[in-house]
């Protein structure tokens, strides 16, 4: 299987997770107009159990070190599996409140609140969970990329002054998608041996059978999550599932496309964490929130019309998140 050997491959392996995990809301947003978000999910849960088994299959097979996909499923032990099976289950719990957030207030709002919450309380869930990299460092990036989510709550908050659009609807389900998400990566790490990966202990998994064991508790927890998120839905009336069927090729496949782009972010996550570091993996990945802003305030125009002191609170969010990130990369140097 392919495996990350040196420190800078895996920053740049956490660059292209947090591209991909600040761009497949853009999915959504491509669709949303005519089709229901918790359609969209159902079509991004196929999405992400279909990549996983790609790159099992591919770069979790191919060469000759470390175990294989199928070698390593048939060892693995119960502990492992099961660990990695929760944390797809407690990640869809919280991806499904993001998205409905994401709908009722954008993306430069729901990415920013929750994504950079659960990147706050993650870093410091992995890293007491598996600490690597110096602390002081981790918790100064940390502190000054939640001075960056504060600015952007102001920088929301001034924008619609005066807007009947102003939802505390979404910002709350933003902040409990973000504390949902922040466990997630633990259980999906602790299933992993972190220190070895070309041979890890009996019974642990390789990142492409983690996270192939992770996508498979999305996709079947979704069946519960996703219906009860149709029957008592956060914005307009209830929808039945014969609605899905009616989409064309067109809406399905840019929902897979968009769980195809965010388990890419997943697999180079998971592959960096052994060189990285639980928390530093995933704390630059869930740096997520920088890109998704972006993609809100530059491409969906979500902050069109709002005062000049908007720009400046979120050029402020941008400086301090891109300052954090950097210290959250210097403590693994």
């Not at 993306?107 to 690597?132: E, Q």
């Not at 220190?195 to 492409?208: D, I």
């Not at 067109?250 to 180079?268: A, P």
Request: with cysteine.
């Amino acid at each position: 299987m392919f495996i990350v050997q040196d420190y800078s491959l895996a920053i740049l392996f956490c660059v292209v997770t947090m591209l991909c995990w600040g761009s497949w809301g853009n999915t959504q947003k491509l669709v949303s107009r005519t089709w229901r978000y918790e359609f969209f999910y159902w079509d991004y849960v196929i999405g992400v159990l279909l990549f996983s088994i790609f790159s099992a299959f591919t770069l979790g097979s191919f060469g000759s070190e470390g175990q294989g996909f199928l070698f390593n499923l048939a060892q693995a032990d119960m502990g492992s599996l099961g660990s990695a099976f929760v944390g797809g289950i407690i990640f869809n719990a919280a991806n499904i409140l993001l998205s409905a957030a994401i709908a009722i207030c954008g993306m430069s709002v729901a990415f920013p609140v929750g994504i950079g919450l659960a990147l706050v309380l993650g870093v410091l869930v992995n890293y007491f969970g598996a600490a690597k990299g110096e602390p002081l460092y981790i918790f100064i990036g940390v502190a000054l990329i939640t001075v960056a989510i504060l600015l952007n709550g102001f920088a929301y908050k001034k924008a619609l002054v005066g807007s009947k659009k102003v939802s505390g609807k979404g910002i709350f389900i933003s902040i409990a998608a973000g504390v949902i998400m922040a466990f997630f990566y633990r259980f999906v790490a602790a299933s992993m041996d972190l220190g070895n990966f070309a041979e890890p202990s009996p019974g642990k998994l390789t990142p492409y059978t983690a996270v192939f064991i992770f996508s498979l508790g999305v996709f079947i927890s979704n069946f519960l999550f996703n219906t009860i998120a149709m029957k008592r839905p956060v914005e307009g009336g209830p929808v039945s599932i014969s609605g899905y069927f009616k989409g064309n090729a067109k809406t399905h496949l840019v929902g897979m496309l968009g769980g195809v782009i965010w388990c890419i972010g997943q697999s180079f996550s998971m592959i960096a964490s052994e060189k990285a570091g639980a928390a530093i993996s995933y704390g630059l990945g869930q740096g997520a929130t920088l890109v998704s802003a972006l993609w809100g305030i530059l491409i969906w125009h979500e902050f069109r019309g709002a005062p000049r002191s908007s720009d400046y609170l979120n050029a402020g969010m941008f400086v301090l998140f891109v300052i954090g990130l950097g210290f959250l990369i210097y403590a693994g140097a």
